[in-house]
């Protein structure tokens, strides 16, 4: 009798950035001030996102600058709350506020450090630790693929954006296009490569889709080389 075939590998989880911008490609107002970008069409669309998404990825930055809940708001969506994504924070050297609304056990919660940091997390919290120095993408991927994470939406900010395109394991991202200019050069960019790689990268997308949403516009691209 032949031997059973191994278990085939767990992958990475399909990931989806969503985010929205300024015409001007900034995230946010000057200094990293938040800045309400979607209007409520979008907004909705966005819920729709998450509750379709096992977790929802922000680096600390955003966590410190927005203290964002990263919960789905059921109640923008047209039916019975279902299943909360896991809220999934890049946090190398533990530097989340422990007031800040991902730590407030309301759903499920994963912090990936590095393996240097050693500060401790209230007991609701996951800690994957992956990286020496920084939480290392390569490592976190797959290990998220094993806790069941299969569709993970990525937010922001401007650096972990920046990672998971540099890193090459985008496979849809949306952006949508506020009606604004900000105009400050010290507000952030929909992306910032990590510093050191030589030539600095350029992703090259495939656009398939724009159309009208509120008052502005949103763009679907897919990486340059995804199947047609
Ligand atoms: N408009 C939107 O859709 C939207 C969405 C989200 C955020 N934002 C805006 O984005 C801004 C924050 O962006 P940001 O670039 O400052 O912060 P960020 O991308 O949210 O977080 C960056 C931090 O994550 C940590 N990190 C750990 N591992 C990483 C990795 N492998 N790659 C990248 N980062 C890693 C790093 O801190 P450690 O080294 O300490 O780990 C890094 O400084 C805020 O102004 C926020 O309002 C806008």
Request: hydrophobic share 40%; aromatic share 4%.
């Amino acid at each position: 009798m032949a031997a059973p075939s191994p278990e085939p590998p767990i992958g990475r989880p399909t990931i989806h950035i969503n985010c929205a911008v300024s015409v001007d490609g900034r995230l946010a107002y000057a200094g990293g001030k938040q800045a309400r970008l979607s209007g409520p069409d979008d907004l909705r669309r966005v819920q729709e996102l998450r509750s379709a998404s096992d977790g929802i990825l922000v680096g600390v930055g955003t966590v410190v600058a927005d203290d964002p809940s990263l919960r789905v708001h059921w109640e923008l969506l047209d039916r019975p709350p279902g299943t909360s994504p896991v809220r999934v924070i890049l946090d190398s050297n533990g530097r989340t506020p422990p007031g800040a609304r991902v730590l407030d056990g309301q759903q499920p919660t994963l912090i990936a450090t590095a393996e240097k940091c050693t500060r401790d997390f209230p007991p609701t919290v996951s800690v994957v630790r992956v990286g020496m120095h920084r939480v290392d993408l390569r490592a976190l991927l797959p290990e998220l693929g094993r806790r069941g994470i299969r569709r993970l939406m990525v937010e922001g900010g401007s650096q972990v954006i920046g990672s998971f395109l540099a890193l090459g394991v985008v496979d849809r991202m949306t952006v949508f296009v506020a009606p604004v200019v900000i105009g400050d050069a010290t507000a952030p960019v929909l992306a910032t490569f990590p510093m050191g790689g030589e030539p600095t990268p350029v992703v090259p997308l495939r656009r398939v889709e724009t159309r009208p949403l509120d008052e502005g516009t949103l763009m679907t691209y897919v990486p340059a080389n995804a199947p047609a």
